[in-house]
């Protein structure tokens, strides 16, 4: 089997698609005449750079930006010039996928040290001293 190359290493510009639209917001007439937002549309079922495993992994991880259709939708409007967002949108995108399909650390327990044991301890016994009970001191 052919070594995978890592997600950094791989070109998605191919099948990457984009589509500029009039940014909303401020920003005058600017914003009325030109086509500065972007949107970037990546389509996860139909990828021939993922395997099966990692298509599989961003289904379940960005479930709430991909559609029904398996499209992963991304938009940035930040900038006022559409190569600008373009490339933002781009890093964005980059920066999902890796972080999606990065391992997973497996955390190992670790017992508590000896001073966060009296600590603890110490902290509880103040507690209990504030909520005991005592008779009050009636001088007659």
Do not use: W
């Not at 990692?54 to 991304?74: D, M, T, V, Y």
């Not at 996928?97 to 508590?112: D, Q, Y």
């Amino acid at each position: 089997m052919p070594e995978v190359p890592e997600i950094s290493e791989r070109d998605f510009t191919p099948e990457l698609i984009f589509n500029a639209t009039r940014s909303s917001g401020p920003g005058g007439q600017h914003v009325n005449k030109v086509s500065t937002k972007i949107e970037l549309r990546f389509d996860v079922q139909s990828s021939g750079l993922l395997l099966e495993e990692e298509k599989k992994a961003l289904f379940c991880k960005l479930a709430k930006r991909i559609s029904k259709e398996g499209i992963l939708i991304l938009v940035s409007q930040s900038e006022r010039s559409q190569i600008d967002n373009k490339r933002k949108a781009v890093e964005k995108f980059h920066k999902l996928i890796e972080k999606a399909l990065a391992p997973v650390k497996v955390r190992r327990p670790t017992r508590p040290t000896v001073t966060s044991r009296i600590k603890r301890l110490e902290s509880k016994h103040i507690q209990s001293e504030k909520k005991t009970r005592r008779k009050p001191d009636i001088d007659y």
